[in-house]
């Protein structure tokens, strides 16, 4: 089962503008990481934020994570067409477990 | 430097029939797992390797699903007596030892059993 929930499910905006994806988790975490996923292709790491830290950056990409309220946020600035794509935050538990739970994605469309 | 590769890409298959996916890893990665994507939704977890050993199966939906790296290397996911809702995209990643290490998705197997 998806460890959490993606918010928005879809996401349109123009060429320039700021997109924020928000995700939610259940359980407690050693580390939140945000992929990218083409249609068709795999997914691709983008960040990861431990969960001691509350705030990363990474060129255009800032992610927040707010462990007491269970949420992540990611900040694409400026964003271009080829940003186009699905978004994941994903989950390892505080086990020291090496599976990712993943979100149900944000797909994002950015138009030209 | 060559990614993961998965193959076949696509495979078409009937109901109750056998199915075999490849999976090559990054050289030099020693962490293996497969996952299963649902059309729409994230992946998720089947079963990770370390090297040779399969250290995690709990994401395995039934005992008609089995995983294998016998070298440490490269690495087989086969599902018996396949059924309708085992279609999906089959998923492998890869990477370094550790938590904190991102890993790195080949661009998956597309299962349709008809």
């Known amino acids: 089962s998806q460890q959490g929930e993606e918010d928005p499910q879809a996401l349109s905006i123009q060429e320039g503008e700021n997109a924020t994806m928000n995700c939610s988790y259940k359980t407690s975490i050693n580390n939140l990481q945000w992929y990218r996923q083409n249609s068709g292709r795999g997914l691709v790491h983008l960040i990861l934020?431990?969960?001691?830290?509350r705030e990363k950056h990474s060129g255009r990409l800032r992610v927040t994570l707010d462990t007491s309220k269970k949420s992540s946020s990611l900040l694409i600035t400026a964003s271009r067409a080829a940003d186009t794509a699905s978004y994941f935050c994903?989950?390892?538990?505080?086990?020291?477990?090496?599976?990712?739970?993943f979100g149900s994605g944000t797909r994002l469309q950015v138009q030209p | 430097g060559a990614g993961v590769s998965q193959s076949p890409r696509y495979k078409v298959a009937k109901r109750g029939q056998d199915v075999a996916l490849r999976c090559d890893p990054i050289?030099?990665?020693?962490?293996l797992f497969w996952y299963q994507q649902a059309l729409g939704q994230g992946p998720e977890f089947l079963t990770y390797?370390?090297?040779?050993?399969?250290?995690?199966k709990s994401g395995l939906p039934s005992d008609r699903f089995f995983a294998e790296r016998p070298e440490g290397s490269v690495s087989t996911l086969k599902i018996q007596r396949t059924q309708q809702e085992d279609s999906a995209v089959y998923l492998c990643?890869?990477?370094?030892?550790?938590?904190?290490?991102?890993?790195?998705f080949g661009d998956g197997t597309r299962l349709s059993i008809l």
């Open positions: 390797f370390q090297n040779e050993a399969q250290l995690d």
């Open positions: 934020i431990r969960s001691n830290e």
């Open positions: 990643a890869s990477s370094v030892p550790g938590v904190r290490q991102p890993q790195h």
């Open positions: 994903a989950t390892d538990a505080g086990t020291g477990r090496r599976a990712l739970t």
């Open positions: 050289s030099g990665h020693v962490s």
